[in-house]
C-alpha cells in the first residue's frame, strides 16, 4: 500500500492493517514489545530511585523543612512503588509462566506497565517540585512542575491515545 490512497494520490495515507499470526504467536510478540519497553523504561526509574535513596544521607537532607522531608518521603515511596509495578511485569510472566496463559499474561503485564508508567508520573512530577522548591525561588516550583507535567501527559497519554482513536475509526 505504501501509503496511497486506492486512486494512487497521498493526500490520505491507507495503513495496512492486522498480521497473519496466531493468537499465539501475537501473544508472544506482544510479550517481546512490552518485555523491551519495560526494559528501557526501568533504567530511568532504577537510576532516579537509586538517586532518592542517597538523598537521605546527605549533609543538606538535615536542612530540609518538614514540608520538604515530607515531599521526599513521598517522592521516595512512589519511586518504589513504580520499581514494583515494573518489576512486577517480569515477576508476574515468572509465575505463570508454563501454564498456557500467555495471552492472559500479556494483558495483565501490560495493565502492570501501565500503571507503572503512571506512577512514574507522579514519581518524577515529586521529585521535580522536590528539586525546583529548593531551587527556585518564590512560588514558581509547583507552577513549572504542573507545566511538565501536563508536557507528560501529552506526550505520554493523549498523543497515543489520539492516534489511536484517529487511526481506528478510519477503518
Known sequence: MNGQRDDGSESELIWPRGRNETEEQRADRRWNELLQEVRVIQTGVQILFGFLLTVV????????SAA???LYVITLLLGAS???ALVGTVTFHRMVAGHRLKPQTVLWASRLALVGV???LGTVASALLLILRLALSGSAA???VTGLVLWFVVCWFVLPAWVLRHYSSSE
Open 118 to 120: 503512571v506512577l512514574l
Open 68 to 70: 520538604d522531608r515530607t
Open 82 to 84: 513504580t520499581t514494583g
Open 142 to 144: 509547583p507552577w513549572v
Open 57 to 64: 544521607f546527605t549533609q543538606r537532607f538535615a536542612t530540609l
